[in-house]
């Protein structure tokens, strides 16, 4: 069954550097996104991604954070200068498109950022 | 988006059906339910959508009132790896928005033996 993979599983980055979390999507989908969870608390809405622009995304989603599709697989997750608070699970998502419907997203396991 | 009530937690016993409610009263006619679960800080898994009537799939069946304003997502024959927590979302279904699932707190089930 087709999934969606994010890289690496865990990363560990100290307070400042920037950070790149990485995903591949499922093939034929053609919408992307970001989701992050603090430790004990809920999923959080980042950001969208369509037709190489971003359609969607929330208060989280500041200057500090960017997303790019750099070639037809990898759909990558930068944060510049991350802070303590960055810490958190980052999962990636992706969903195809019926007709003139969205439809239900795929989520991958997720990326642990640990920053200290 | 509309908003969503679900209890904070519930138990079922292994075997039995597991019977999850999810309030959404204000919800309007082109938001579809949704439901997923997230198994112990895994990523989020869909589950089961729908519109207006009653859906099953492998997974689970919604039972979706008719004026809309509450749903049931029922699982069968709940096993222990069933216990997660799930997530009842409304939202609009459109090409042209992104995807926003607004996960609330959701309902932790527990399955035991």
């Known amino acids: 069954e087709p999934e969606v993979t994010q890289t690496p599983s865990h990363q560990v980055t100290q307070m400042g550097q920037e950070v790149i979390l990485r995903c591949v999507p499922i093939?034929?989908?053609?919408?992307f996104y970001w989701y992050r969870q603090i430790l004990g608390q809920k999923v959080e809405f980042l950001v969208s991604?369509?037709?190489?622009?971003?359609?969607?995304k929330s208060e989280i989603f500041d200057d500090q954070f960017s997303v790019e599709r750099p070639d037809g697989s990898n759909f990558t997750l930068k944060i510049r200068s991350t802070k303590l608070e960055d810490s958190a699970m980052y999962f990636c998502?992706?969903?195809?498109?019926?007709?003139?419907?969205?439809?239900?997203?795929?989520f991958g396991q997720g990326t642990r950022l640990t920053v200290v | 988006d509309a908003k969503t009530t679900q209890p904070p937690s519930m138990d079922c016993a292994e075997g039995r059906a597991a019977n999850l409610p999810c309030n959404h009263s204000?919800?309007?006619?082109?938001?579809?339910v949704y439901w997923y679960r997230q198994i112990h800080s895994q990523g989020p898994q869909y589950i089961i959508h729908?519109?207006?009537n009653n859906e099953t799939n492998e997974m689970a069946s919604l039972i979706i009132t008719e004026d809309r304003k509450s749903s049931t997502l029922i699982l069968p024959h709940a096993t222990l790896r069933d216990t997660a927590v799930y997530y009842c979302?409304?939202?609009?279904?459109?090409?042209?928005?992104?995807?926003?699932?607004?996960f609330g707190k959701g309902t932790s089930l527990l399955v035991t033996p």
């Open positions: 998502a992706s969903s195809e498109a019926r007709g003139n419907k969205n439809t239900e997203a795929f």
């Open positions: 093939s034929n989908h053609l919408y």
């Open positions: 991604f369509y037709n190489n622009e971003i359609s969607e």
């Open positions: 204000t919800i309007s006619g082109n938001e579809y």
């Open positions: 729908g519109l207006k």
């Open positions: 979302i409304v939202r609009v279904g459109s090409k042209n928005s992104g995807y926003a699932l607004n």
